[in-house]
Every structure is written in C-alpha cells, then in structure tokens.
C-alpha cells in the first residue's frame, strides 16, 4: 500500500523467509558457516537452535540456494508427524517411491537403497527438520537409526536440525542420551545488537530500492528496546510505521509514528509501578494482620502460669512448707500430677510486659521485682546481694535463665519444671515478652518458689 508512496520495489519488511533480505550479521554468518558444514559433513546431526523470530529459517533458505549440485535435500517443514508418516514426508521430498499401507520396515529398506545408489552416484543426502523441538522422542529415536545406514567408508545421510531453544532441553533428556551423542556440531542464534538493528533495517530498506532513510537513526534505540532485537518483531513494527507514516502523509517515520505501531503490534507496556504498590499494599496488610493476631491472643488467651495449690501451704515436720515440684526428671508428684494442678488451681495474673530496649541489667532487675511481688516482697538489691543471690537469701529457691521461650508455657514443658509455688516473668532487651504461648520471645526468665525448682537448658 505504501511501496509506491515511499517509491519502494517491493516491501522492505515482510515476514516471509526470502534470501534475498537476510541480514548477515556476525551470528547469522556463524549460523550458516554450521549449517554449510552440514551438508558437506559425513553423519551424525547439526544442531541449530533460536529464540522465536531470530531468522532460522531465512538462513536455512539461504543455505538451500547455496547447496552443492551433487547434494539432494529433503526438507521438512511440519515435524509433528509419526513415525511412518515421517518416513513417508522424507521419501516424498526425496520422490522415492512406495506402495500404500507400507510399514517402518519397508520404508526403510526403500530409503537404504536410495541412499545407497546415491552414494554409488557420488551424490549425498542432507535431510532438513525446521521446527524440531516438536518432533516426537520416538521420531528423533528413529532418526538417529536412519544416520546408521552407511557403508564401510562413510555415513550416508546429514541431518539438520532447526529449532526453538526447547529442542536443547529435548535433546537433554536421559532417553534421548544416543541421538545427543550424535550431534556433530551445534549452535544457538542470538538476536541482534542495537548497532546491527539499525544496519538490519538500512539493510532492507535498501534492498526494496529506498533511497532515504525512512526510519531516522534516531529512532533505532527506541526500535531496538521495543522488539529486544528480535529481527521478525523488527519487521513487523517497521512495517505498521511505515504504513502509519503513509497514512498521516509523512515523509518519514517519526517517534509519535513508531511508539503507536510498536503499542499496535506488541501491545501497550503495563507500568510496574502499579504492580509493586499492590504487592507493598498487600505485604503491610499481612503484617498488620499478623500483629493484630498477636496481640489479641496475647489479650484473649489466659496465662499459663499456675496459682500456689492449697497444699502448698502446710508445713512439714522439718520446717518450712515445700512444695513438690512438678520436674521432668523425677519429683514427689505422680506422672499425672500436673494435668491435675493445671485443671484445678485457679490461674493468676501474666507478670506485667517488659518493654524494649532496657538493659540487660535493667530487664533482670525488672524480671526479678515482678515475681517477688507475687510473693510480698520487694526486690532491694545492693552490692553484690542481687539476682537469685538476693531472693536465696531470703529462704526462696531461685531460677533465672536468659534465652528463646514460646510464651510462659515452655516453662511448664519438657525440662522447664516450676512448682506448684512458683511464678515466671519475662523481660527481653530487643522484644517485649508476652506470656502467650505460640510466640517466641528472646529475654530473661526467671521462676522463684518454696522449694528447689528443677532447671532445664534454656534454648538460646
């Protein structure tokens, strides 16, 4: 529509695989300096492999002006066939003859002879695949037979295989290890620099007979971060550009023109930003959400910590009271005793929470005047009267341990015993310390009772 607009030949930006517009970049001459080995090779497979776009099989219709006459080519360009219907494309291309409803077997015998009688002709037989990566594992499997078809002297039949970068992985897999093992040569297409899209696009503005640049120079970055370099995307934004240049009657191409056909043809880019602030958005809601949880269940569920039993106040012959304790390691209460104090003795008070960044010091003389108070006392320490040596003065036994707890009740679990007297506080320097089960806490426990507390190690 444009051509005569523009007094251009031809279309300089069809997607159709001509020769004649191929661009040789560096790539593409390597690409098609493996192919040409494959044809001139003896056996075995040639591996070519590109993203979707990047001009495969333009080179490989170039390689097929550039065969040598004593080379016969069968090419096939829909591989998604069975194993017999793949025999039957090849002897089609090749026009061997074979009678209807034949299977592998005759197939192949027909297709060794032709080989063979080619061979003895001083002919050789190159069989092309466009499209590998769907061909079936059975297919290549076959296709690594007919390369076994030989004489004492040399392989009989090259194949070249064109294909996606899946064909790779197909070729990688484990029941595919023979047909890898046959790949004599490989190499995978990139797509073009930035410099070489501007060459690629004078290249076939040139060919159709331009005289002007009608895509200025400045505008090949822009080209180059909407297609990746991909030289088929290429085609097909220049083309609409043009079209659009003809359309509001410009001379040439113009950024407005090029940033439309580009939106038109691969679509309009999505802002990320919208994107990442939903996912800061929903981030914040489930942080906001998981601290509402804590904090309400730190609210809701009752402490764990237990208050003295009855019992524990009547004295014993020796002299004060002591409570048993209620130890993993062994005490004076049955295995069963536990459950029994948890569901009859009423529950008191958490200790208070202790907040964030006190001291060490500061949080074990807080941990320490919470639980005394439980017992109607004050904590006063002075010189090196303090701590556990503070209130064993005073006749109690005393617990005090710095480290990771879930909540008060690891406490009462595994080897962290406390008697039936005993209470808990925490304090932590980096968190507050809750006596919720469920969160971890990092701080300072300490257990004071009548009785010798049974101590544990305390996960650090």
């Avoid at 010091?361 to 090196?384: C, D, K, N, T, W």
């Avoid at 007297?421 to 980096?430: E, I, L, V």
Wanted: glycine share 8%.
């Amino acid at each position: 529509m444009y051509n005569a607009y523009f007094r251009l030949n031809e279309s300089p930006f069809s997607i159709a695989p001509d020769p004649r517009f191929l661009f040789m970049s560096a790539r593409h001459r390597e690409a098609l300096a493996h192919l040409m080995y494959g044809v001139s090779g003896e056996g075995g497979f040639v591996v070519l492999t590109g993203e979707v776009g990047t001009g495969k099989t333009t080179i490989c219709r170039c390689l097929l002006e550039q065969v040598p006459d004593d080379c016969d080519v069968a090419f096939i360009v829909n591989p998604g066939l069975s194993a017999v219907e793949m025999l039957a494309a090849i002897c089609d291309e090749l026009r061997i003859g074979y009678p209807e409803n034949l299977n592998i077997k005759g197939y192949v015998d027909r297709f060794n002879s032709y080989l063979l009688k080619g061979n003895a002709a001083g002919r050789k037989t190159v069989l092309i695949i466009d499209e590998a990566q769907l061909l079936d594992p059975k297919v290549l499997e076959l296709l690594r037979l007919l390369t076994n078809l030989e004489t004492s002297r040399r392989k009989l039949l090259q194949i070249v295989l064109l294909g996606q970068p899946e064909l790779v992985t197909l070729l990688a897999r484990s029941d595919l290890r023979q047909v890898a093992q046959r790949v004599v040569a490989r190499y995978h297409l990139q797509h073009l620099s930035k410099i070489e899209v501007s060459a690629y696009v004078a290249h076939r503005l040139g060919v159709a007979g331009s005289q002007t640049k009608l895509i200025p120079e400045s505008l090949m970055g822009l080209l180059f971060r909407r297609t990746g370099g991909v030289p088929r995307l290429i085609n097909l934004v220049c083309d609409r550009a043009l079209l659009g240049a003809y359309v509001e009657g410009k001379q040439v191409v113009t950024e407005p023109v090029l940033r439309k056909a580009a939106a038109e043809v691969l679509g309009t880019r999505k802002s990320r930003t919208p994107r990442i602030a939903a996912a800061i958005a929903a981030i914040a809601l489930l942080v906001a959400a998981g601290a509402w949880y804590a904090v309400h269940r730190a609210a809701v569920l009752p402490p764990t910590v237990s208050q003295p039993a009855e019992s524990a106040t009547a004295q014993s012959p020796e002299g004060p009271s002591k409570a048993p304790a209620l130890s993993a390691a062994g005490s004076a209460v049955s295995d069963s005793a536990p459950r029994d104090v948890a569901a009859t003795t009423p529950m008191v008070e958490a200790a208070p929470l202790l907040h964030a960044g006190q001291t060490p010091e500061q949080a074990e003389a807080a941990a320490f005047r919470a639980v005394l108070a439980r017992f109607g006392q004050i904590y006063s320490p002075h010189g090196r009267s303090r701590g556990c040596r503070y209130v064993e003065a005073a006749g109690l036994s005393c617990f005090s341990a710095q480290g990771q707890y879930r909540g008060l009740s690891d406490l009462q679990s595994a080897d962290h015993s406390l008697s039936a007297t005993g209470r808990a506080a925490f304090s932590g320097g980096a968190r507050r310390a809750a006596g919720a089960p469920g969160h971890f806490h990092r701080g300072r426990a300490v257990a004071l009772g009548t009785d010798r507390i049974a101590r544990g190690p305390v996960d650090g």
